[in-house]
């Protein structure tokens, strides 16, 4: 089976350098119109970039079409304006690939507040801004693929990350969330949990490591879940040649009545409803509420 994008139009934030380029660019060699979105040229989202430029140089030079954007994530305006330009020139936007992030790390206490707010805009709401400017398009066309970029920090967390680790978190609500809004649409949401060598791990990753975990042995992943075959729902880890499926899981529970149910009939359950034994995939927000409901039912 082969993977084409021909006669399709993808959107990757962020993709001046790293992962997004490395995205950008296999999108541009399976035939899809590529429209490069790249705004700040350090880590931590400061200055300006000719990189997107250079990547849309790359894919024409291939033999591709593509266009360089400026536009930053951050500001809902600018990804309309994004998506409109992919609109008006190509005719749709059926992948959109949420790559663009930031990193601004420090321990919660001397974390300066402004610091948390950015990286959750960036991340977060940056997501939301762009799959928002596409989505009633991909509504209309009746076909689109959203690709949102968490991270294990948002899972399991990481020291000195709060900020990151919050917007990660966030990105597998929204992701589960609209792969349900989207269904009868033919919209398919997807999270991807890359471990590669990148600007954003430039020193946090020992040297061998980071050469190790290079940013093509992530695109695999990235490219299925936005072909047209692709799941929707998954979470999924990748970097080094290895992939990996996270799932969200609740166990089954005690039911707490009568004088057990107080803080201290709590405290005494407190081993069987922490065990993981039985654990369920926790598919949709409304399963707790359901199984509370099956439980008080038998």
Known sequence: MTI????????????????GRTYALELGRRGARVMVNDLGGARDGSGHSDAARAVVEEIRAAGGEAM???????????????????????????VLINNAGILRDRTFAKMDMADFERVVRVHLLGSAYATKAVWNIMRDQGYGRVLMTTSS?????????????????GLIGLARTLRMEGARYDIRVNAIMPTAGTRMTADIFPEEAYHAFGPDSVVPAAIYLVSAGAPTNAIVGAGGGVFQSAHITMNDGVLLQGEALSAEGFAAAWPEISACAGDAEFVNGMDQAAHALRMLSR
């Open 68 to 94: 360089a954007d400026g536009g930053d994530v951050s500001d809902f305006a600018q990804m309309e304006a994004m998506a409109a330009r992919a609109k008006e020139a190509w005719g749709g936007v059926h």
């Open 153 to 169: 920090t948002g899972l399991g967390g990481n020291f000195g990350q709060a900020n990151y680790g919050a917007a990660k978190a």
């Open 4 to 19: 084409s994008f021909a006669g399709q139009v993808a959107i990757v934030t962020g993709a001046g350098n790293g992962l």
